[in-house]
Structure formats: C-alpha cells, structure tokens
C-alpha cells in the first residue's frame, strides 16, 4: 500500500539526508482473527532476511521487486515450518518508508503471526517503535509531516467527511497550501537580503508599498488557514450534544430514533432515565457524540433522581451543543424557561418533539417565548421532522448549510494552528516595521520567525520532541 510517490517539496532537511536505520519489523494488521494477517519488514536487510526464512514454492524463483511469490515461512534455528505465505519484496525507493520493505502475508492467527514475527527478529530485525515506519518515510522524504500526520488521521477518521479531509491532506493538499506562503516569503527574504548586502541603495531596493502589499497577501492566506483549522476540528474530531428536558418529554426515544436502535429505556413514567448514556452518531457527515440525560425538575428528595440531575446539568455546561427537548402536546412549563435560560450560553437548538399529538398553537406560543430561537417540529416516536432535526443541528454547529464540505480545502490541525498563529503574528509584525521604516536587519529577524514557524508545519524544522509526539499516536506496524 501507498507505494506510490506523494507530492513532495524540493529541499530536504539535512536530518533526511543523513538518516541511517536499521531494518524495523512488526504485525501490521490488528491483533485478532482475520483471513490474512500482514507482517511488514522495513530496511536494508529487508531481502536478505526474507531468503533466510522464507521456501519458494518454485525453488528457481528470482526476487523481482513488486512480485508476490508463494511459499512457506521455516524457522532457520528449529527448522520448523511455521505457515504457508505469499511474500512480497519491494525494491527501494519505490516503498511506504522509501527503504527496501517486504510484506509476508500469513494466516490470520496472531499466534503464527508472532511466531513468524520472533523469526524475523530472529534473521536481524528489530521489533518496529509505534509509527515508526511512517516516521522512516518521513524521514526518507517521501512524506512531510502533514502528510505523516494524514496517515494519523486516515486510520482514526469517524465518518466520510473525516476521511476524505484526510486523504486531501494526504496528497499533500495543506502541504502545498502552506509550502506557496514558505515560498512567497521566501521571495520577500531574498529582497531584504540584499538591501541588507547592499545598505547605500536600500531606498531603490526595497519598495515598501510592495512589500506590504505581498506580506498583506500572506497575512490574509494565514487567516484563512487559520479559520479552516476550526473547520477541521469540527470534522474530524466532532462535537458532543446533550439532550435535555424536563421528564418524559421524550428524550430516550430521540435518542434512540437518532440511533436507529433500542438503546434507552423509554416509559409513560417520568424520571425514567437516571444515568447519562453517551453513543456517537454520524450527523451529515459530522461525528457527534450524543448524550441522553434524566429529565430535570425539582424532586421531592428522591435521591437517585437528584443525583441523575446533577449528572444532566454537569453534562449540559460540558457540551457543545444542546438539544432541548420540549413536549407539545401541553403548554410550556416553568421548568422549560430555566432551562432556556441555563443553556443561554451554548449553541442551542430547541426542539418540539410528540408532533403526533400536538397542540396546534404550539410553535406560536415558542416563537412568542423565545423570538430569538427556531423551533424544529419532530416526533421521536414516529421518526418524523428527523431530517429537519439533522439538518438545524448541522447548520448550528458550523454556521453553514448542509452542502459545505470544508474536506475538500486544507484543514490544519491544532498542531499546524499554533504554529499559524505565530507566523501570522509574525508577518504583522513585519508589515508593522515596514510602516514604521525599520532597518532591514530587523525586518530579517520577523521574516525568518515566520518562515520557521511555517517549517515547523511541513517537518524542516520540527524538533525531535514534537516528532515523537506525533508519532507515538501511531499504532505499531503503522
Ligand atoms: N405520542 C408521542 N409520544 C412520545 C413521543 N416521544 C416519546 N413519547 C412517549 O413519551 C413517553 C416518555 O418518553 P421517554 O423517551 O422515556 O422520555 P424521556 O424524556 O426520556 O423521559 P425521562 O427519562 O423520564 O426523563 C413514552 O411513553 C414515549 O413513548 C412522540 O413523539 N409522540
Ligand atoms: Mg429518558
């Protein structure tokens, strides 16, 4: 997989030009039963480890690179046949790590699958770190950090817009975005540069007007980057949404049509529902995860209800968004106004559910109540006004209709956000010197804070520490 070369930036990190590694190996498929189970070996002696351990069925077979060939796994110290293979061995560069890599696919038992295993470690490789063979092709320059990072969130996305923004990132879609600013900056340092070398003709040289307008350019571009990073994590990482509502409104049965299941507990009874109960929902291509609470009123001391409320309460202040159940079947209560009013902080959308039954003046008497705040009409029980409900929660959340599909645009991370954030403080700093008629030496120094920050994004400059965060999210075998 993934053999193929990614769009790549020119100038290597010295660290890329460098990197030695020893040959890795590691169970790539999950622990478990499965029909074929992946054993991934990556490095200079990838080849040679597999003539060790590896029978051809045809004994005059050649290793050509890209080939499956068939045979048997024997341990070279117990002459033991261990499991009947197809073998792969792909020739450097053309790899998932850029080094030699070959790929034993084996029976789906994680016991042979150890077993074999141990027989690599056996033949020369060291056992794989988490991620590590995305951090050798990282580090062999077939991917940038960006890139390495999509792989992240290709394997965790929850839902089809979540993987579709990661495989965008993949093809190196936030690379280029961020490697076009890099090199318009790049243009501006060579300008300063030579003012600097050249300090009597500074005033011919340096343009100021010009300057500012193409830093502005860059500043802007920042700022787009910057708003589509809190895009992203609405996709990618969603958003939690808590139903609320006074007893028996109908909360279990929203959550439980929301899910297609039979999820909560759903009675005539008020106070049904004690404890919270949190599932993910995929909502328009938006993880969400759903939270049904106990109905909220003023008890009478009965203990397990009060404590069930002050669980709703805590999980209402904690959420993103608040679904707040009303019944229309009977007028609005004391307790759905404090409710309003507890949730005025929150992105909130009001719902009224029971529609089978309802009284017909009763989306009036909400638009009287609350004129600020659109009612969707629903019923839990009958699944009908569902879509609509969809829909309010969508728009709510990103402020857009059902159409934006931000996946396709490059969706910096909170890692590539903080590292926005800096550049762009950078870049306003440089525009604020070019007004005041600052020395170019100075204007180096904000010029060069912003490229680094920027390197930081694609890997150029990125610290060891932030590399093994990075990828210590990995699974190992990844
Ligand atoms: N007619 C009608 N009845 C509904 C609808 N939704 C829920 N109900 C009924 O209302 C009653 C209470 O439903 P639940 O879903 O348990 O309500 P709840 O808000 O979770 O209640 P608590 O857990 O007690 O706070 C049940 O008898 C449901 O069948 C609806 O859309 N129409
Ligand atoms: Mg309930």
Same mark, same amino acid.
């Given at each position: 997989?993934?053999?193929?070369?990614?769009?790549?930036?020119?100038?290597?990190?010295?660290?890329?030009?460098?990197?030695?590694?020893?040959?890795?190996?590691?169970?790539?498929?999950?622990?478990?039963?499965?029909?074929?189970?992946?054993?991934?070996?990556?490095?200079?002696?990838?080849?040679?480890?597999?003539?060790?351990?590896?029978?051809?069925?045809?004994?005059?077979?050649?290793?050509?690179?890209?080939?499956?060939?068939?045979?048997?796994?024997?341990?070279?110290?117990?002459?033991?046949?261990?499991?009947?293979?197809?073998?792969?061995?792909?020739?450097?560069?053309?790899?998932?790590?850029?080094?030699?890599?070959?790929?034993?696919?084996?029976?789906?038992?994680?016991?042979?699958?150890?077993?074999?295993?141990?027989?690599?470690?056996?033949?020369?490789?060291?056992?794989?770190?988490?991620?590590?063979?995305?951090?050798?092709?990282?580090?062999?320059?077939?991917?940038?950090?960006?890139?390495?990072?999509?792989?992240?969130?290709?394997?965790?996305?929850?839902?089809?817009?979540?993987?579709?923004?990661?495989?965008?990132?993949?093809?190196?879609?936030?690379?280029?975005?961020?490697?076009?600013?890099?090199?318009?900056?790049?243009?501006?340092?060579?300008?300063?540069?030579?003012?600097?070398?050249?300090?009597?003709?500074?005033?011919?040289?340096?343009?100021?007007?010009?300057?500012?307008?193409?830093?502005?350019?860059?500043?802007?571009?920042?700022?787009?980057?910057?708003?589509?990073?809190?895009?992203?994590?609405?996709?990618?990482?969603?958003?939690?949404?808590?139903?609320?509502?006074?007893?028996?409104?109908?909360?279990?049965?929203?959550?439980?049509?929301?899910?297609?299941?039979?999820?909560?507990?759903?009675?005539?009874?008020?106070?049904?529902?004690?404890?919270?109960?949190?599932?993910? /929902?995929?909502?328009?291509?938006?993880?969400?995860?759903?939270?049904?609470?106990?109905?909220?009123?003023?008890?009478?001391?009965?203990?397990?209800?009060?404590?069930?409320?002050?669980?709703?309460?805590?999980?209402?202040?904690?959420?993103?968004?608040? /679904?707040?159940?009303?019944?229309?079947?009977?007028?609005?209560?004391?307790?759905?106004?404090?409710?309003?009013?507890?949730?005025?902080?929150?992105?909130?959308?009001?719902?009224?559910?029971?529609?089978?039954?309802?009284?017909?003046?009763?989306?009036?008497?909400?638009?009287?109540?609350?004129?600020?705040?659109?009612?969707?009409?629903?019923?839990?029980?009958?699944?009908?006004?569902?879509?609509?409900?969809?829909?309010?929660?969508?728009?709510?959340?990103?402020?857009?209709?059902?159409?934006?599909?931000?996946?396709?645009?490059?969706?910096?991370?909170?890692?590539?956000?903080?590292?926005?954030?800096?550049?762009?403080?950078?870049?306003?700093? @440089?525009?604020?010197?070019?007004?005041?008629?600052?020395?170019?030496?100075?204007?180096?120094?904000?010029?060069?804070?912003?490229?680094?920050?920027?390197?930081?994004?694609?890997?150029?400059?990125?610290?060891?520490?932030?590399?093994?965060?990075?990828?210590?999210? @990995?699974?190992?075998?990844?």
């Amino acid at each position: 997989m993934f053999t193929d070369e990614v769009r790549h930036s020119p100038p290597l990190p010295t660290k890329m030009a460098i990197h030695l590694e020893p040959t890795i190996a590691a169970i790539a498929t999950p622990p478990g039963v499965g029909g074929i189970g992946i054993i991934r070996i990556s490095g200079p002696n990838a080849l040679a480890i597999l003539k060790k351990i590896f029978i051809p069925k045809n004994k005059s077979v050649v290793f050509t690179s890209h080939r499956l060939l068939y045979g048997w796994i024997k341990s070279p110290v117990t002459n033991q046949f261990l499991d009947e293979v197809l073998a792969v061995y792909m020739r450097a560069p053309h790899t998932y790590t850029r080094d030699d890599v070959v790929e034993i696919q084996a029976h789906g038992s994680f016991v042979a699958l150890q077993q074999i295993l141990t027989v690599v470690q056996d033949a020369g490789a060291h056992l794989a770190e988490p991620g590590e063979f995305t951090k050798n092709a990282f580090l062999n320059g077939r991917l940038d950090l960006t890139q390495a990072e999509a792989v992240i969130e290709l394997l965790q996305a929850k839902t089809g817009k979540g993987l579709r923004a990661a495989v965008n990132q993949l093809q190196g879609g936030l690379h280029g975005e961020v490697q076009g600013i890099i090199d318009t900056l790049l243009k501006i340092k060579a300008v300063i540069e030579v003012a600097i070398d050249f300090p009597d003709d500074e005033i011919e040289l340096l343009n100021a007007d010009v300057l500012r307008e193409q830093m502005q350019q860059v500043a802007d571009a920042l700022n787009n980057l910057i708003l589509a990073a809190d895009h992203g994590r609405i996709l990618k990482e969603g958003f939690s949404a808590v139903i609320i509502g006074r007893p028996n409104v109908g909360k279990s049965s929203l959550l439980n049509t929301l899910l297609r299941e039979d999820r909560a507990i759903v009675t005539p009874i008020p106070g049904t529902t004690r404890d919270t109960i949190e599932e993910c /929902l995929d909502i328009n291509g938006l993880p969400v995860k759903i939270i049904d609470t106990a109905g909220i009123r003023d008890t009478e001391g009965e203990e397990i209800e009060d404590i069930g409320i002050k669980r709703s309460k805590s999980k209402l202040a904690e959420a993103d968004l608040v /679904l707040l159940l009303l019944d229309s079947s009977m007028p609005l209560q004391k307790d759905d106004f404090k409710l309003i009013a507890d949730s005025k902080d929150k992105m909130l959308v009001l719902v009224a559910n029971k529609a089978d039954i309802g009284r017909t003046d009763f989306t009036d008497e909400c638009g009287e109540a609350f004129p600020e705040t659109k009612v969707t009409v629903i019923s839990a029980k009958n699944d009908t006004g569902i879509t609509q409900l969809k829909e309010a929660i969508f728009t709510t959340v990103t402020g857009q209709g059902t159409d934006w599909a931000p996946e396709h645009a490059a969706l910096p991370n909170l890692r590539h956000r903080a590292s926005l954030v800096k550049t762009h403080s950078a870049a306003q700093c @440089f525009i604020k010197s070019l007004t005041t008629g600052i020395s170019p030496d100075l204007l180096a120094i904000d010029l060069q804070a912003a490229l680094d920050n920027l390197g930081d994004i694609i890997g150029y400059t990125t610290t060891e520490d932030v590399l093994d965060q990075i990828f210590g999210q @990995f699974c190992i075998g990844k």
